[in-house]
């Protein structure tokens, strides 16, 4: 009984969001190109070093999150920064730290709707960076961003880079 409840209340939540459970993308044409023109604007932004414009770009709540690279031991290699502040800070600590240069591949630029006012980017880089015991090698990494919609604007509601490790060594 216990698992028909279950199964019961997962397809009651799926047919209250009827575009999701008819399959249809929630996010039209329009919005996810206002994303792809903001996801540009913020490479744009984050290799001029502009930690204002970069400042705006991210949703005002202590819910924001950045996960990035740590310089602190404690934090581990990667954490995630949460809320505005330290958002702020990280990405200064990371712009002043020398030279810093994201180039997407913007072919492989991916936008998808997970509502109609939340969506999710995801794209391919490299990023040449200098922080926290990094040489300043372009290195391949992925970044997922959630895209919230406020007002009129799209923000950034957290914004993940994974680092992509190397390919195993072949064998034999």
């Known amino acids: 009984m216990h698992k028909t409840v279950l199964a019961a209340a997962a397809a009651l939540a799926v047919s209250a969001v009827p575009s999701l459970a008819a399959g249809k993308e929630p996010l039209n044409d329009r919005a996810a190109n ?67 240069v994201l180039e997407p591949d913007y072919t492989k630029l991916k936008v998808v709707g997970l509502t109609h006012d939340v969506a999710e980017s995801y794209a391919p880089m490299n990023i040449t960076v200098s922080y926290a015991g990094q040489d300043g090698t372009p290195r391949p990494f992925l970044m997922i961003i959630d895209w919230i919609h406020v007002g009129k604007d799209w923000k950034v509601a957290s914004e993940i880079i994974l680092p992509v490790p190397p390919a195993p060594a072949a064998k034999g």
């Open 34 to 100: 206002q994303i792809r023109t903001q996801f540009s604007r913020l490479m744009d932004l984050a290799n001029r070093h502009d930690f204002k414009g970069l400042h705006a770009m991210f949703w005002q709540s202590p819910s924001a999150l950045l996960v990035a690279k740590s310089a602190i031991p404690a934090e581990g290699n990667w954490a995630g920064f949460w809320g505005n502040e330290a958002i702020d800070r990280k990405l200064h600590d990371i712009g002043t730290s020398g030279p810093v």
